[in-house]
């Protein structure tokens, strides 16, 4: 058992020495807080009544299947480009400019480090891909998002028809609002190859545009193999959010994937129009994550459980997935962190793919370097926060001696050309409760 140190609840650690040392941390996300909540959008702090351990256990007894440490959750199937998102191993994820003709409340691509070069400037996609296909490199999936893509039409058909010809086994999509699809260029996306896309449906648009673009997407199916609905889900659309599941259920779509709302650090007043705060605490463990989607909205996880429930109770054909926003995250964790080891007290956890060691502290240091030196254990010390690190794989040795533990969560990271390392995040366990399954998914 793994138990988060957090600012609510670092009281209870009885060692001094590790609770001074947790407080750093605690500290940390007291900051960061406050620093969320200069963007102006106040957080989800009342008392919520939503289990989610117990809602994620409902849904996999009724026979949805959860991925990625409870991050993921679907019913009937999912995207194999959703399946390599986990890892982002063999991915590649580009766009032609950021220039859109929508203005979505919640979009988050002024938070990209190029949008005041791309929102009205064009990438050269062509090159760009050519480049990656010298590289000799796997490349599984390949897609083209945005702004709007087909703003682009022939540089997009382009794109993908070089893909085909040079590397006819990658599985191609495409992310679009399909306001500019017709059956013209429908029959040269089919052309070039294309294996999926993904539209954009906008809940706050009128019923007559939402139901004018539900026939582009039956239209679609006609011509590319898979079509998937890609969406936020706004807290309190649930109702219309059901009546939208089963049309696009008759429709014989692929399906859809419910993503986690974000508040992208701004146009805060567009939010509080709708009643809507943060969830909090914002992250499971704070780092500077690369996604640039913001931060969760209380509430849209818990409507997009309800959706998967909703799919399961009705029983819906197509696939419907729920993407947290933190498993938009762990791609950006596993590829820091795969294959690295700075020394034999470190672990990457195929749970969650952080790499992960154990500390002891203060008085309790000297019962486990006595076990340790016994059993020739390798162990560092440090002096000037009082503990002694060592591998979680030799936890065991101290069960007979019930000592409080921390778990650190650590990512490595590189500047210009050196790897450091950099903790993240702690947890508290002891000896006796401490167990490899926190650490280690579980195989079948």
Known sequence: MLRKITSDNVYFIKNKSFAQYAQIY???????IHQIETFGLPFQRESVVYDRKTKLKNLEHAGASIRNNNKSVFVNRI???CEACQTGSNSYTTYPSLKCHRNCFFCFNPNQADYL???????????ELLDILAQRIELKHLALTGGEPLLFKDEVIKFFDTAHRNSPETYTRLYTTGDLLDQELLQQLKNAHLDEIRFSVKMDDPISRINHLLQKIELSRDFIPNILVEMPVVPGTLKDMKVL??????????????????FPLGNAEAFKERGLQLK???YEVYYNYWYAGGLAVADSEKECLELVDFALEEGLKMGVHYCSLENKHTGQVYQQNQRQCPDQTYTFSTKDYFLKTAKVFGKEIRKAKALFDQANIFYIEN?????????VMDIHYLKNRDVEISISSVVIEENEGEQY???VGLDWTTSSLFELEDIFEKKC
């Open 383 to 391: 002096t000037s926060h009082d503990f002694i690190q060592f591998s």
């Open 421 to 423: 390392v950099r903790e």
């Open 117 to 127: 070069i791309y929102k009205n400037k064009q990438k050269d996609i062509q090159k």
């Open 79 to 81: 995207s194999s480009a």
């Open 280 to 282: 909090y605490p914002p």
């Open 26 to 32: 605690t500290s940390i996300e007291s900051e960061t």
């Open 245 to 262: 599941l089963l049309k696009l259920d008759r429709l014989n779509i692929f399906g859809i994937n419910l993503l986690e709302l974000c």
